[in-house]
């Protein structure tokens, strides 16, 4: 087997990780007012460090600051683009989990003015986890620009301020495509674009809620993978991109169900992306069938390791579900990571630093027996 030099690696995370005790206590401290910025910066330096160390001494080729910054995988980063600000009212987002549902809401998004980035939005993150890594490639993971929308809405397009609803997507496209190159002059050369949209659509609850907001929600996916494909035209030469997508990561919790058969064909032959990290650590994600409709070049990242429960998955269940996959797609095409991140949120899901790590460390191994590498 092709032992691979550039990303998506056989063994890969998605993004998020658990936020050490420190941490958290770190940032109520700041939120008390009982912390400066800059004494809660020193806290994150000093975990992020750890963390990092901790990536490459599981063996992963790839290490992420665990987005150990953020409060929340999307919406830290969507508040910076110029143009968007918190709106007044919150959103209501239904999560589930085998004992009940619990409820997620954060703003709602408004738009201000005309979509730009004028600065480079996790600038000093990224350079700082740059200067800490050794041995492995530095990875930053972003929303898509499809979130923008979706966390939006149709009411988000202001005809005050966008008159003609395309220029909406142009602007956000542009904003992004600024982001990318901006990001690619400080040298990250491993950029992933996290979005539940695209697996959130697969479920008919989703694309009825949809439907009732005024949206297309039989072509909405398609819009969105243009409105990536834009954003990433002009992206620099050595930059490797991916797309995680999952079903929705709050507290061991999901907020939508279904196989990708219903984005697969589009997804897989139009995205213009290096590799897909899919969701498949238990029923909710379907089957392997719609991988059919990955071309040649593309990889895929088996979610197999689940993040949303502590216990350890078994090696050789894995290894036999890597070879279903296999008959979808070439072994050579596929590799191995957790299903989503570990704290797509501060709260974090329900499981230990210690069951964490070994996760980690499991799907190293896996991979190294798979595909040696």
């Known amino acids: 087997m092709t032992k691979r030099t550039e990303p998506p690696y056989r063994a890969d995370h998605d993004c998020s990780l658990l936020r050490p005790p420190a941490l958290l206590k770190a940032r109520e401290e700041r939120t008390a007012g009982e912390l400066t910025e800059v004494e809660l910066a020193k806290v994150e330096d000093d975990a992020i460090a750890d963390v990092v160390a901790m990536q490459e001494e599981i063996g992963l080729r790839s290490a992420t600051d665990g987005e150990f910054r953020r409060a929340s995988w999307h919406m830290d980063f969507i508040y910076q683009l110029d143009g968007i600000a918190e709106a007044e009212q919150r959103l209501q987002v239904q999560f ?186 238990d029923d909710r994600s379907g089957t392997f069938e719609p991988l059919r409709f990955v071309p040649p070049g593309k990889q895929v990242v088996l979610g197999l390791v689940t993040t949303k429960r502590g216990e350890l998955e078994d090696a050789d269940t894995l290894k036999r579900r890597i070879d279903e996959a296999s008959k979808y797609v070439p072994l050579e095409q596929l590799c191995l990571s957790p299903q989503c991140g570990f704290s797509s949120t501060s709260e974090g899901n329900d499981l230990t630093y210690e069951q964490q790590v070994a996760k980690l460390r499991l799907i190293v191994d896996v991979a190294a027996d798979v595909w040696g590498d």
């Not at 589930?96 to 703003?107: M, Q, V």
């Not at 005309?114 to 041995?135: E, G, Y």
């Not at 809405?153 to 602007?171: C, H, M, N, R, S």
């Not at 995680?244 to 196989?259: K, L, V």
């Open 96 to 281: 589930r989990n085998p004992s009940g549902e619990i409820e997620f809401a954060p703003a709602a998004l408004t738009v201000t003015e005309p979509i730009r980035v004028t600065q480079t939005i996790f600038a000093d993150a990224f350079r700082f986890l740059q200067s800490q890594v050794t041995t492995a490639v530095p990875k930053l993971t972003v929303p898509s620009p499809s979130m923008v929308h979706y966390r939006g809405g149709a009411t988000l397009i202001d005809p005050a301020i966008y008159p003609d609803p395309e220029q909406f997507w142009v602007d956000l496209s542009a904003a992004y495509a600024d982001e990318v190159r901006r990001l690619g002059e400080l040298g990250c050369t491993y950029l992933q674009f996290d979005d539940t949209s695209l697996a959130y659509l697969n479920d008919p609850k989703q694309r009825a809620m949809l439907a009732e907001q005024g949206n297309d929600a039989e072509h909405q996916h398609e819009r969105y993978i243009a409105q990536i494909n834009q954003a990433l035209a002009g992206r620099p030469e050595g930059m490797r991109i991916t797309t995680h997508m999952c079903r929705g990561n709050f507290r061991s919790s999901w907020a939508a169900e279904g196989g990708y058969d219903f984005v697969a064909e589009a997804l897989f032959t139009q995205l213009d992306v290096d590799g897909f990290f899919l969701e498949y650590d």
